[in-house]
């Protein structure tokens, strides 16, 4: 008996000892599965820098998000504009006027806004030139002329671009308020270690290029609302005069008696006025002119001798 069961032992342990290398081996495997799968995982999506600058993948969206609080606070709806170069209307014809004070041409893409940081031109010198005189904390690190910096914005509707600049003479001159019309807009420049758009540390403007000339400028308003003409004798009250339910509205008569429409009001009869007499002038076509009565003929004098008829003359006799 003591043999059979120390055999039955033994067998048991035997059996043990394989189910504990099969569990050993496999969470073994089991871990190195997970760690794979987190070792993949990390490499995919690694952890943030500590450095400040923003990481290029996530840059486009930092200049979505400053160009959206930007425009916001101008005044713009997130419908009266269009954010990014590929969703810019690029035929729409605000982008081709350009004046005779212009900087350059129109600069209708990433690539060519990267040229016109490159470019040698002295008008487009002068444009960067005074860019850089606002930002100049920017300018020595190459974060002010690094396309990836700007992002183009197109307004839908009609727009204001306030501080317009030109050249005359190779000089920068202030151009006042520039009208567009709908469809303009320009690249604004961002701060990508904050995502805004900063304000400018010399004159109170931002880094902003008109797409269809070059010119700086001190970014983009809505235009002016026109004003609307008052009505003459406005109602406050919504129905028409003499029609407004009662107890409601300024139209309403707190006063006794029933109100008659105008054309239901019976009007007293009123004698006619007798018709006014006119002196008309002698002469006037009005009245025919009476003939005149002639004088009568004068008497003949009686004759001092009745018999003959006669009158001699003194001295003389018939």
Not at 31 to 46: C, D, N, Q, W
Not at 154 to 173: K, L, R
Not at 258 to 280: K, L, T
Request: with cysteine; proline share 13%; aromatic share 6%.
């Amino acid at each position: 008996m003591k043999k059979q069961d120390s055999r039955n032992i033994g067998t048991i342990g035997s059996w043990v000892s394989l189910f504990a290398i099969f569990v050993i081996v496999a969470v073994g495997v089991v871990f190195r599965i997970g760690g794979s799968e987190a070792e993949t995982k990390f490499i995919a999506t690694p952890s943030p820098s500590p450095s400040p600058t923003i990481d290029a993948l996530a840059l486009p969206q930092c200049r979505v998000d400053a160009v959206m609080l930007y425009m916001s606070e101008q005044g713009f709806a997130d419908d009266d504009y269009v954010i990014g170069e590929d969703r810019v209307d690029w035929e729409a014809p605000a982008i081709g006027e350009a004046g005779q004070a212009a900087f350059g041409d129109p600069i209708t893409s990433r690539e060519e806004l990267a040229e016109t940081f490159e470019s040698s031109d002295s008008k487009i010198r002068a444009a960067l030139q005074r860019i850089e005189e606002m930002f100049p904390s920017y300018a020595g690190d190459g974060v002010l002329f690094d396309p990836v910096n700007w992002e183009a914005v197109q307004v839908v509707g009609a727009s204001q671009i306030p501080g317009n600049t030109g050249i005359v003479d190779g000089a920068v001159v202030d151009m006042g308020v520039r009208n567009n019309s709908k469809g303009d807009g320009g690249w604004i420049f961002i701060d990508p270690t904050t995502c805004t758009v900063p304000k400018a540390e010399v004159v109170p403007t931002i880094g902003f290029i008109r797409f269809g000339c070059t010119n700086p400028g001190d970014g983009l308003i809505p235009p002016p609302t026109p004003e609307e003409t008052p009505k003459k004798n406005p109602s406050l009250d919504p129905a028409p005069r003499g029609s407004a339910p009662e107890g409601e509205g300024r139209n309403d008569d707190p006063g006794p008696g029933e109100f008659i429409p105008e054309e239901d009001m019976e009007r007293p009869a009123q004698p006619r006025p007798p018709a006014e007499e006119v002196d008309h002038p002698k002469g006037s076509t009005t009245e025919p002119t009476p003939e005149p009565i002639p004088e009568p003929e004068p008497e003949a004098p009686t004759p001092e001798d009745p018999a003959n008829k006669c009158s001699p003359a003194p001295g003389e006799s018939c």
